[in-house]
């Protein structure tokens, strides 16, 4: 199964843009990339994915790199309610048994 | 719409209990999974289902069983809890259309077990 790897931990100053990296070089071709994030004591709760092209939606932008080994969330403006752990997942599709493979993620902190 | 629920949001066992987790969904989602969530860590895939009447393993389906038997629900049954089965549980669901990989999974609230 193709993984990914996250910084542990990243801090923000409220209202400013924050990039949330995250690699996966084994990644296949078929594999679309997640974020997900899971703020305090709930589930986890979809951000956005995508599979080649940048894509954006009401909660943030996904940048994929030109070879697919990398990968950033971007947030335009961090709130304080945006503090939660983030979550980069490859959908392991080679197989077609559509797993979702979590990491341990990079916690977000947003600084008031 | 209710989306996934989970019950019960507590509990607590004893060695050698067992017990069934409920999670039903009414989004008519054909794939439906669970993952454990020891503290500080990441979600850990347990066992998960494509549909009605199939179910398969994820990376550590050790002393969990499933069963589904219908499109709504898909209980996850501990045997003889252990105390490292002590976790938060969370089940999920998604659309499963071929080998899309596009489809967003929507998780329950969570089921916090305690093994004594």
């Known amino acids: 199964d193709a993984k990914t790897t996250q910084p542990n931990s990243m801090e923000s100053n409220e209202e400013e843009p924050v990039h949330l990296p995250c690699n996966h070089s084994t990644i296949s071709g078929t594999d679309y990339i997640h974020w997900y994030r899971q703020l305090p004591s709930q589930g986890p709760e979809y951000v956005i994915h995508g599979l080649t092209s940048n894509v954006n939606n009401r909660m943030a932008s996904l940048a994929i790199a030109e070879d697919r080994k990398s990968s950033t969330l971007i947030l335009h403006r961090a709130t304080l309610r945006d503090a939660a752990v983030y979550y980069c997942?490859?959908?392991?599709?080679?197989?077609?048994?559509?797993?979702?493979?979590f990491g341990t993620g990079t916690r977000l902190k947003v600084l008031a | 719409n209710a989306g996934v629920t989970q019950t019960p949001k507590f509990q607590v066992l004893k060695t050698g209990q067992s017990m069934t987790l409920q999670c039903a969904q009414d989004?008519?989602?054909?794939?439906m999974s669970w993952y454990r969530q020891d503290p500080g860590m990441g979600l850990r895939l347990i066992h998960y289902s494509v549909g009605a009447g199939i179910t398969d393993q994820g990376e550590v389906p050790n002393g969990y069983n499933v069963s589904r038997s219908t499109t709504e629900d898909f209980p996850l049954r501990l045997l003889s809890a252990a105390p490292s089965q002590t976790s938060v549980y969370f089940c999920?669901?998604?659309?499963?259309?071929?080998?899309?990989?596009?489809?967003?999974?929507?998780f329950g609230p969570g089921t916090r077990l305690t093994v004594l």
């Open positions: 999920a669901s998604s659309y499963s259309t071929g080998t899309s990989g596009a489809n967003e999974q929507f």
């Open positions: 997942i490859l959908r392991d599709s080679t197989s077609g048994t559509y797993k979702y493979i």
């Open positions: 989004m008519n989602h054909e794939y």
